[in-house]
């Protein structure tokens, strides 16, 4: 279905696994049911992959699973190198890119913008500055961009914003099987994304953990029906 694609049933919360670097974790991430899977490259990340290697591991991937490519404060030229190798349909920006140079790089393809959420942080002001978005991907505050394994306070985020804009918001940010259950009854989230809590280190997942998260997605989906 794609991570972002419309569905017959509103209830139904959209999964992204991201980081994987390995044949075997996007075997685990398919056969589990997730919508769309995550590369990330960004260099200094412990679950950079090169856009070689992610190719090689995309023709894995059914076509309808997303396959999204995780830059930060990329060149035009940085993006274009990934993509003539690499079959990325959904960027995320993950750094301080303006919502300009996020259209301008994203070209004719869809994208996420990320934004980490501290104690203060204007949500009015950021979706409307990145409306073109096709979703916003709220995340935690910590050192370095994303797979902290942290979660934000989601109280932090006013309920009339929710009812705005949950529609596409992609939650992350230390979501675990045991807490994902309750952040998607509090915030109906279009999708949660999960990284470091399916690992058994960093970049390698465990298919246990994977299909125990998209298991408490489902259950939390049910209770809705």
Known sequence: MGLLTPSSNPHRTRIKICGLTRADDIQAAVQAGVDAIGFVFYKPSPRYIDPGQAARLMLRIPPQIDTVGLVVNPSAAELRAIETLAKVNLWQFHGDE????????????????????????????????????????????????????????????????????????????????????????????????????????????????????????HAADAAYL
């Open 98 to 217: 303006d919502p300009v140079q996020c259209a301008r790089l994203a070209l004719d393809k869809p994208w996420l913008k990320a934004a980490r959420i501290g104690e203060v942080f204007p949500f009015d002001d950021f979706s409307l500055q990145y409306r073109y978005a096709s979703g916003l991907l709220l995340d935690a505050l910590v050192e370095g961009y994303g797979g902290g394994g942290v979660p934000f306070n989601w109280n932090l985020i006013p309920q009339t914003w929710v009812n705005a804009n949950a529609h596409r918001v992609v939650l992350s940010g230390g979501l675990n099987a045991h807490n994902v259950g309750e952040a998607i009854a509090r915030l109906h989230p279009q999708a949660v994304d999960v990284s470091s809590s399916v690992e058994v280190s960093k970049g390698v997942k465990d298919p246990a953990l994977i299909d125990a998260f998209v298991k408490a997605v």
